[in-house]
């Protein structure tokens, strides 16, 4: 029946796409239909949570004046920005095919897709808030004000977010000017580079040697930067003579390394493996793991155990009648 069921599902996008490529078939988790009910439940929490968390630490950073520092000014209200544009780019699209029988998406969603998804800066962002951290941490209070002043945080900002986007332009156009001959079924839940790629009929070495370029620039290098931050910042800390200052701050690096090791490692395990080794089951594992659950993450490690943000947050309920 499971079979049938998938075939009917298929037949169906095929009828829809056959005039015309004018859009492609997310085949997600239609191959499971009997998981599709329980992803899309955990899928529609997990979302609606990422979109409260990282709206609230927008709204605090902005209105509270307490955190207008370069921490929370630039970088967190940033980084929750970035996780909204890429979370919603992805999970309503998910969201409707888990629902119905109609599984495609227009070219045109693909290549927004595949465009955000590039084109957030957010592993050059993460690498400027480690290096804040190495800041306020090895550096004195006064040293701390001096390098991280507000033009510098804009400019990392901006930077990030160039970068990020000029990549993306120049991957996006090379992967969706590739000839497909007629294949149009994406096995998988989004449009990305990697599942892209493989429905290519032609030969794909010269992008898969520019996406791993690539991926070793924006994963590799930053991921570098910041353990060597967070080296310095464990170094410092050691050299703490309060115990429970110690306890505090390996409490708040060890939280911000686990989400950095999550993300970059899930990350770089999609994007520096060969397409042809894909596990495609593996693969969409994966994905979810960076789509949904960092994004959920962020806004609770980086903010919430931040004092300044949880003491915006009570001010903020306070005033609520």
């Known amino acids: 029946m499971l079979g049938l069921d998938k075939n009917h599902v298929l037949a169906r996008m095929e009828e829809k796409n056959a005039s015309s490529l004018t859009g492609f078939i997310l085949l997600a988790f239609s191959d499971r239909p009997q998981l599709e009910l329980v992803l899309f439940v955990v899928l529609l929490i ?33 980084l929750s920005f970035l996780d909204l544009c890429y979370t919603t780019s992805i999970v309503p699209q ?45 550096r004195r209070p006064l040293h701390y004000m001096v390098i991280m002043h507000p033009q510098l945080c804009l400019q990392l900002t901006v930077t990030a977010w160039f970068t990020g986007l000029g990549s993306s332009v120049v991957q996006t156009a090379l992967t969706m000017t590739l000839p497909l001959c007629g294949k149009n079924q994406v096995d998988h839940f989004f449009c ?9 009929c032609t030969d ?46 390996f409490g708040t690096c060890g939280s911000h390394l686990m ?13 520096l493996q060969p397409p042809s080794s894909y596990l495609k089951d593996m693969n969409k594992s994966i994905a979810l793991f960076y789509t949904l659950v960092t994004p959920l993450l962020n806004p ?22």
């Not at 989400?259 to 994007?271: E, H």
């Open 46 to 78: 997990f979302y609606i949570f990422t979109l409260l968390g990282n709206t609230t630490i927008i709204a605090l950073s902005h209105l509270d004046p307490h955190l207008h520092t370069p921490l929370c000014t630039f970088s967190l209200s940033n």
């Open 94 to 138: 998910l969201l409707v095919n888990l629902r119905g029988i109609d599984k495609s998406i227009s070219f045109g969603g693909c290549v927004v897709q595949l465009y955000i998804s590039l084109g957030l800066g957010e592993c050059v962002l993460l690498s400027v808030m480690a290096y804040d951290r190495y800041a306020a941490v090895c």
């Open 192 to 200: 990305e580079v990697p599942v892209m790629l493989k429905l290519a």
């Open 204 to 249: 794909t070495s010269i992008h898969e040697t520019e996406m791993f370029t690539v991926s070793v620039f924006f994963l590799v290098v930053p991921l570098s930067f910041i353990l060597i931050s967070y080296g310095h910042i464990t170094s410092a800390v050691l050299k703490m003579k309060s115990a429970q200052g110690r306890r505090k701050a």
């Open 259 to 271: 989400v950095v090791i999550i993300f970059f490692g899930t990350l770089i395990s999609m994007y």
């Open 300 to 321: 609770l490690i980086y903010s919430l155990r931040n004092k300044d943000v949880k003491g915006a947050l009570r001010r903020l309920v306070r005033t609520q009648p």
